[in-house]
């Protein structure tokens, strides 16, 4: 079966230091990943893309990997920083019509001063 | 979130009465999709819809219907509420010209009682 695994543990992390997220995935082949940013009470904010040919892309203290090989993408938030304690959601689309996405079940981030 | 709003943003219904959530977009975007969201499950697609009239089914689109009759509006409709449907209900829409990237809602809370 299809499947989406993110660490439905906590990360607790010191401010200052990169926070690494982990995402892996079963049965797909994904035309592309998404990650997207979510705090309590609101919808989830879309952060970064990447598609099946692309090894890594970067936003500012962003950066995503993506190993088709390996059915994984790493999601990494340096000098991380109080502000982006969060829950962070990856989402794979395929290339099915109607840019459907399945969602992981997403990774609680705290970044303690 | 801006250029998308769901309404109501809470309700408390009774099991067995039908119950009508919205979600209007102000940005012409193409796709709309509902999800819900709940513990243990992160975000499930109910129905999506790739323009006017023109619907299909998601995952979990047991118990519900969708319908679209103007570019700006998606209806979710539960016929017969069952304390199975408490959740929180995400709309999104997404423009491809964009990269594929969702934009949600704020999120409807609904509880059947």
């Known amino acids: 079966s299809q499947k989406i695994e993110q660490n439905s543990e906590a990360l607790n992390i010191q401010e200052g230091k990169t926070a690494t997220l982990t995402c892996n995935y079963t049965n797909y082949s994904p035309a592309y990943l998404q990650w997207y940013r979510q705090d309590p009470g609101r919808g989830p904010v879309f952060l970064l893309l990447?598609?099946?040919?692309?090894k890594e892309k970067r936003k500012e203290r962003l950066k995503v990997t993506f190993d088709t090989t390996l059915k994984q993408s790493l999601f990494h938030i340096t000098a991380s920083q109080p502000a982006d304690s969060a829950t962070y959601l990856c989402a794979l689309g395929q290339k099915a019509a109607g840019n459907k996405l399945t969602f992981g079940g997403g990774t609680r981030v705290l970044v303690k001063p | 979130d801006a250029g998308i709003t769901q309404s109501p943003r809470h309700k408390v219904t009774e099991t067995g009465t039908p119950v009508t959530l919205r979600c209007h977009q102000t940005?012409?975007?193409?796709?709309m999709y509902w999800y819900r969201q709940d513990p243990g499950h992160g975000l499930r697609l109910i129905h999506y819809?790739?323009?006017?009239?023109?619907?299909d089914k998601g995952e979990v689109s047991d118990g519900y219907s969708v319908s679209r009759s103007k570019t700006e509006d998606f209806l979710l409709t539960l016929e017969s509420a069952t304390s199975s449907q408490t959740s929180v209900y995400f709309c999104?829409?997404?423009?491809?010209?964009?990269?594929?990237?969702?934009?949600f809602g704020s999120g409807t809370r609904l509880t059947v009682v």
């Open positions: 990447i598609r099946e040919n692309e």
């Open positions: 940005e012409n975007h193409r796709y």
């Open positions: 819809s790739y323009g006017v009239k023109d619907t």
């Open positions: 999104a829409i997404s423009d491809e010209g964009r990269g594929y990237g969702y934009t």
